[in-house]
């Protein structure tokens, strides 16, 4: 007779919920993935995200390994992409260990999406350790109607507050976006997450009332996609959806009238792709700007050429910002206001990934995509091979899990595609990966080629439960430091946006006071603490005699921008900053002009084709009465930005001080037909006219001054110019 062990049940019982419990996991992972966002950052959406995903997968690891010391024995779901993930994420370690900063590349910098350390292990843990618990349709299935379900609500948000902003009270600033900042990036997510939702719908196993909530979730996603009004994403559309019908098409097991809309999807994709989208339809959205094709390759291109180091492993994850100071071209110098955070993004994902982790890490990931295409063609293919063989014997009929793999495979092709058109954010880039792993588990369930489990028995030896506690402890160890990581990093980013936000500079010296103690290696918050007691320094300067609270407050603001400096090198914004703050004290310091162009030269060395670094540098030799420097470092300026009005103003002024009148009077000329009718520049204009001391110039610089103060009564320069 068979003896069996006392414990077998209890154990099944408990490792049986402990998968329930990863499962859940996974799935809270999958659902803040998409909504989760926290007010009060100043990018609400990406860094809660990151967390938040690596945290799961983590926890989830946490949770396999709690398992393997109930039932003994390791078993793993071996997928194809499984080698050239775990490549591409020591390739991105290793970009990181040598690149120049090491604290931007874990998470990023928290304004601007970029490829983290962080996002990209979480995104890859994520998804493999989603693949380990997905093995078994049911629990793809609740997967995919999570996803759909999550899916919608976003959909849904953002439609309702397009076109009824007036009736909902959280509507009333604007198109409502919990998945990103973007409205092409939450675009390229429904366009990924449609063949999905219209394969949930086809089959007929579904309840009526399940198959009404994904054709509602069809129907936002199709008002979303719409609203947004990319073409590009209705050929992406069309291009996925197409798949899903053709591969439901030969089969009788699917609901028709299901797919016909898919039929009618399609035709309007393309219809409303070549015609264009009715402006009745289109949303009220902000325009995005980004870099294009071309300025992106062209940056790449530098950066790849720069070194033999650089060229294999990039500058490290996250460093694209570094890049764009470095190498952007000239007319990005008109627009100072969009540079610090919209032209970070390049035109694709493809450029960051080339700059970031270089030619190997590239070719990873193109590896990877490889492997992920022979997946979706090998299995498409036994899928139809299969049917081909029992369509005589029964009815031609397709399994739920074999349209769920081809949906997934149509979405991950979607996104793939989108890596080449778009930059992906941390939640796209999320879904890339969950969904390869995803389409590997649905084709494997029917394709013996790509079901591979590894099973794995532990021993109740001591080499085999030290390695297993060992590993467990590690899990365990990096899951606490995480966390806690985590949280310091959000309340510091909370800290730093309500510094940023703070009405008066105590306030916002507080704040910075308090993100720099939560982290302190980051340069950005030591410049921004700078700032802040500079312009205390300068409300303090008000009063008639200088305080010890002044000469504190200015010492507090050059030292942490030097911290800056040190935490931060590669930023050309810190030097800057530590140059303003040499600027502010040479009143009350000797030496701080020299220390000012130092500085100033350090930030040009970081971002030669900035102008306004040029400009600064220019006024520094203008005070000390440098004008033959002054004179070349400015015609510097106008010839990297020809629209540089205050260049052309202070170049006026150095010809003015040397008598060259008519070179003086050819700079503001230049100055005012550029901003014609601006006050400040007008009055100069006719100031140097007067001091040429020409009769005809004298009389238009008399008139100037007649019409200006007729339009400006109150002016009090040109009151007196008018005696």
């Not at 990023?108 to 970029?114: K, S």
């Not at 849904?156 to 959280?170: E, G, N």
């Not at 609901?255 to 999807?265: M, S, T």
């Not at 308090?514 to 980051?522: D, S």
Request: neutral net charge; glycine residues 6%.
């Amino acid at each position: 007779m068979k003896r069996t062990s006392l414990f077998r049940p209890k154990r099944t019982a408990i490792s049986s919920a402990l998968s329930s419990g990863a499962i859940a996991i996974l799935g809270v992972g999958l659902i803040g993935g998409i909504l989760l966002h926290i007010p009060g950052l100043r990018d609400p959406h990406t860094l809660p995200k990151v967390l938040l995903v690596v945290f799961c997968a983590m926890l989830a690891a946490l949770i396999f390994g709690a398992r393997v010391l109930v039932v003994k024995k390791i078993q793993l779901r071996r997928t194809p992409v499984d080698a050239a993930a775990l490549i591409f994420l020591v390739v991105a370690l290793l970009a990181w260990v040598l690149s120049g900063n090491l604290s931007h590349g874990i998470l990023g910098q928290p304004e601007v999406f970029g490829l983290s350390l962080a996002s990209i292990f979480g995104a890859i843990a994520f998804g493999y350790m989603s693949a380990q618990h997905a093995a078994r349709g049911h629990v793809l299935h609740r997967f995919i109607a999570l996803l759909v379900g999550i899916s919608g609500i976003v959909s849904a948000f953002f439609v309702i507050s397009l076109y009824a902003p007036t009736h909902i009270p959280w509507a009333h600033s604007g198109a409502v976006n919990v998945l990103t900042q973007f409205a092409s990036v939450l675009g390229l997510w429904i366009v990924a997450v449609i063949p999905i939702t219209l394969a949930f719908a086809m089959h007929r196993t579904l309840s009526w009332w399940a198959r009404m909530f994904a054709v509602v979730a069809l129907i936002l996603h199709c008002l979303a996609v719409v609203s947004i009004a990319l073409p590009y994403l209705y050929i992406l559309v069309a291009f996925a959806v197409s798949i899903v019908v053709l591969s439901a098409w030969q089969h009788d097991d699917v609901v028709q009238w299901v797919r016909a809309i898919g039929v009618l999807l399609i035709a309007s994709s393309i219809a409303f792709a070549v015609a264009g989208t009715p402006n009745m339809l289109k949303g009220d959205l902000p325009a995005e700007l980004t870099l294009g094709n071309g300025v992106s390759t062209q940056i790449t291109q530098q950066v790849l050429l720069k070194d033999v180091s650089t060229f294999f492993i990039g500058n490290g994850p996250a460093s694209f910002g570094y890049a764009f100071s470095l190498y952007r071209p000239h007319a990005f110098n008109g627009l100072e206001a969009f540079a610090d955070r919209i032209f970070w993004q390049p035109y694709s994902t493809v450029h960051a990934l080339f700059v970031e982790l270089g030619f190997v890490g590239a070719l990873s990931l193109l590896f990877v995509v490889l492997l992920g295409s022979g997946v979706l063609v090998t299995g498409i293919s036994d899928i139809n091979a299969r049917k081909g063989r029992v369509i005589t014997k029964t009815a031609r009929k397709i399994h739920p899990e074999q349209l769920h793999a081809v949906a997934l495979g149509a979405a991950w092709l979607v996104l793939t595609i989108g890596m080449f058109v778009s930059f992906l954010g941390a939640a796209l880039w999320m879904l890339w990966w969950w969904l390869l792993f995803m389409m590997c588990v649905a084709f494997a369930m029917h394709t013996k080629r790509l079901d591979q489990v590894k099973e794995i028995s532990v021993s109740a030896e001591l080499k085999d439960s030290f390695l297993v506690s060992f590993l467990f402890v590690s899990i365990v160890t990096a899951l606490g430091i995480s966390a806690a990581f985590g949280i310091r990093h959000i309340i510091a980013e909370s800290q730093a946006t309500a510094g940023l936000h703070a009405a008066s500079a105590p306030q916002m010296i507080e704040h910075m006071n308090k993100a720099t103690q939560l982290r302190p290696a980051y340069g950005p918050y030591r410049a921004s603490l700078a700032d802040a007691y500079l312009q205390y320094a300068r409300a303090l300067s008000k009063e008639d005699t200088i305080t010890d609270e002044f000469t504190f407050a200015m010492a507090n603001a050059v030292d942490q921008a030097k911290r800056a400096t040190t935490l931060d090198p590669l930023s050309y914004t810190s030097w800057d900053t530590l140059a303003t703050m040499y600027s502010n004290a040479r009143l009350f310091t000797t030496g701080a002009d020299e220390h000012t162009l130092q500085q100033l030269d350090s930030a040009i060395a970081l971002a030669p084709t900035n102008a306004q670094l040029y400009w600064r540098k220019a006024l520094i030799h203008i005070d000390s009465q440098q004008d033959a420097e002054a004179k070349a470092t400015l015609e510097k300026a106008i010839q990297l930005h020809p629209q540089f009005v205050s260049a052309y103003a202070a170049l006026g002024d150095i010809y003015e001080r040397l008598e060259q009148f008519q070179l003086a009077v050819k700079q503001y000329e230049k100055a005012s037909s550029l901003v014609p009718g601006n006050v400040d520049i007008t009055y100069q204009y006719a100031r140097v006219l007067y001091n040429t001391g020409e009769r005809d110039q004298m009389q238009k610089a008399i008139e100037m001054w007649l019409a200006l103060v007729d339009t400006h009564p109150d002016h009090s320069n040109g009151l007196f110019s008018l005696g």
